[in-house]
C-alpha cells in the first residue's frame, strides 16, 4: 500500500527509478513488470515516462536476448523524441545501444541517427565532468550505496531493502538514518521532494546549439 502522504508523482517517479535499478542490475524481467505496472495499472503515459521507459525496455530485451522486441521499443521511444529533437533523451542510452539506436534512428531520418550519435559520443565523459564539479560545490553528497536505497525508499520497507541489497536491517537502518541527514528531512514520504535539488543540473551546457 502506497502511504497517502506520498504526492502521485513522487511514488510514479520512484518506480521510474526502479525501472532504471533493476536494468542495470541485469535483472530485466522484474525491470519490464515494473515498467508495465506504471502504464498499464497506474495509466501513465506521458511523453517523457514513455521516451524513458521505452528506452529502459530495449535494453532489457537485449539482455533478455529478444532483438526485434528492443527494436520495437527503441522506435517507440524515438517517435517522440525525433519530432521534437529532443535528442539528448536518446543520447543517454546511445552508447549502450549504439548500432541498433543508428539502425532505427536511421528509419525516421539520417539526420536524426546521426545527431544522436554526435551527441552520445563521449556522453558519460561529459556527463562525468558534470559530476566531479558539482561534487566539489556538494561535499554532502550521498555515496553510491545510499543512492541505491534512496531509489527503493519510497516503496519498501527497510527489511525489504535489506533483502534487495543483500544486507542487514540494522546496516539499512543506519544508511537511511544517514540519508535523512544529508537531505534534512525526517520522514519517507519527503525524499522525493528533497533529491530533486541533489539530482537538478544543467547537464546541456556542452550541447552546441
Not at 553528497?141 to 531493502?161: A, P
Not at 537531505?183 to 530533486?196: E, F, M, P, S, T
Request: contains cysteine; glycine residues 4%.
Amino acid at each position: 500500500m502506497v502511504d497517502d502522504r506520498i504526492a502521485p508523482g513522487a511514488f510514479i517517479n520512484a518506480l521510474i527509478l526502479e525501472v532504471e535499478y533493476y536494468s542495470y542490475r541485469q535483472e530485466p524481467v522484474k525491470a519490464l513488470n515494473i515498467a508495465d505496472m506504471i502504464e498499464k495499472v497506474f495509466g501513465v503515459h506521458s511523453a517523457i515516462s514513455s521516451t524513458y521507459l521505452n528506452f529502459f525496455r530495449a535494453g532489457c530485451y537485449r539482455q533478455l536476448h529478444m532483438e526485434k522486441r528492443a527494436e520495437d521499443a527503441l522506435e517507440s521511444a524515438l517517435q517522440w523524441v525525433v519530432p521534437d529533437g529532443l535528442w539528448l533523451l536518446a543520447a543517454e542510452f546511445e552508447p549502450g545501444e549504439e548500432k541498433m539506436m543508428r539502425r532505427v534512428a536511421f528509419r525516421f531520418s539520417p539526420e536524426a541517427a546521426e545527431k544522436i550519435h554526435d551527441l552520445g559520443k563521449n556522453f558519460w565523459k561529459k556527463i562525468e565532468i558534470i559530476r566531479k564539479s558539482e561534487e566539489k560545490a556538494m561535499p554532502e553528497v550521498l555515496t553510491k550505496r545510499e543512492w541505491e536505497i534512496v531509489k527503493l525508499l519510497t516503496d519498501h520497507s527497510n527489511s525489504e531493502i535489506a533483502q534487495i541489497l543483500h544486507i542487514s536491517d540494522k546496516t539499512v537502518k543506519r544508511h537511511v538514518e544517514n540519508i535523512y541527514a544529508k537531505l534534512g528531512i525526517n520522514r519517507r514520504g519527503q525524499v522525493a521532494d528533497a533529491i530533486k535539488g541533489v539530482l537538478t543540473s544543467n547537464t546541456a551546457f556542452w550541447v552546441k546549439k
